[in-house]
């Protein structure tokens, strides 16, 4: 019998989970939807369901010792998940996830982020793992962020801290973000955020591209990424935009936090050098004498695939070595 967690990732169309081994092995997956209901206890009673049945089919094979959850808004501190707007049941209040689980699960719960979650499984299982202060960043619906220094996570007073998608990048007459606010980096450095840089070159060179047949909802940054790698200027250019803008917050990042390395993660990201070049570049233009060509700016090590289970299953092996 081996010793194993639970880690769920809850997203805002669906929830995975998985079991997962000190190796990160995963022995199990499993997914429930989790935009069917706006009533907290009809989910929670849909996903306990279906880890229960996990855990159940694993028999005497393992040994659950917690459960890892990572969020949109998940607090560590409070064990909460605050006003997560793409969460119809968690919009406009506050659900104590972590005592409501463990009623159900009778084992150590712990919640947070889902970035934070990435950048400890980047710490545990990735690229990180000699690694005592780093940061990862996520850039796919938005931008997501975990900062880890002294090799723990940065969570502040409030366990908000480290948000650094919503570091202002145009004070005035800036895009319009989920969070209510202009100018926020995650507006110009996302999915989303690429695709709108797209939809203003468009227009300031009257269509000239190859990405002027696509409607706003057609457009993907992977459609953007091939027609970068096929010449297509306007996709190329707002790679650059792109880039420049998040090279410039990743050197405060630096001057703030003096990480030995960052990752960077997500959808976005799978652009490879398309991004990672002129982020170098503006990042080197940046910051401060003392951190040029010392801090390497490189993609995540940990797989697409399971990452999100991985990185909160990572939360809980962390909470587990802290007894």
């Known amino acids: 019998m081996k010793d ?14 998985g079991i997962i081994d000190r190796l990160g092995n995963v022995l199990l997956e499993g997914s429930v939807p989790t935009d069917q209901t706006d009533d907290v206890n009809v989910y929670l009673a849909g996903l306990t369901g279906a880890v229960g049945k996990a855990i159940n089919e694993m028999g005497n094979s393992v040994t659950i010792k917690g459960v890892g959850i990572g969020a949109p808004n998940g607090n560590y501190k409070s064990g909460s998940i605050e006003f997560a707007a793409n969460l119809d049941w968690a919009r ?6 972590v005592s409501l689980l463990q009623e159900h699960f009778k084992v150590p719960v712990a919640v947070t982020n889902d970035a934070n979650a990435a950048a400890l499984g980047e710490m545990i299982y990735g690229g990180a793992k000699d690694l005592k202060d ?11 962020s975990g900062v880890v220094v002294n090799g723990e996570l940065l969570y502040g007073h409030n366990g908000f801290a ?18 209510g606010l202009r100018g926020c980096l995650e507006t110009y450095v996302s999915a989303p955020g690429i695709k709108r840089t797209v939809f203003e070159l468009l227009a300031k060179y ?4 190859e990405l002027s047949k696509y409607s706003f909802d057609q457009l993907t940054s992977e459609i953007i990424y091939h027609a970068a790698t096929r010449g297509d200027k306007i996709a190329l250019e707002a790679f650059q935009i792109t880039g420049e803008i ?13 990480p030995e390395k960052i990752f960077v993660f997500g959808g976005l990201a799978k652009s490879g050098e398309y991004i990672l070049r002129p982020t170098r570049e503006s990042f080197d233009k940046n910051v401060l004498t003392v951190w040029k060509g010392k801090v390497p700016i490189e993609l995540s090590k940990l797989s697409e695939g399971n990452v999100a289970i991985m990185g909160a299953s990572a939360l809980i092996w962390q909470e587990l070595n802290k007894q």
Request: glycine share 18%.
């Open 206 to 209: 009257n269509g000239n591209s």
């Open 92 to 97: 406009d209040k506050v659900v104590p996830l």
């Open 134 to 144: 780093f940061v990862l960043i996520t850039l796919g619906t938005g931008l997501g």
């Open 4 to 17: 194993a967690v639970v880690g769920i990732d809850i997203g805002g169309t669906f929830t995975k989970f």
């Open 162 to 179: 480290g948000e650094v998608g919503h570091i202002r990048v145009v004070k005035e007459n800036g895009r319009l973000c989920g969070c």
């Open 246 to 258: 998040l090279g410039v917050k990743l050197a405060d990042v630096v001057h703030v936090t003096a």
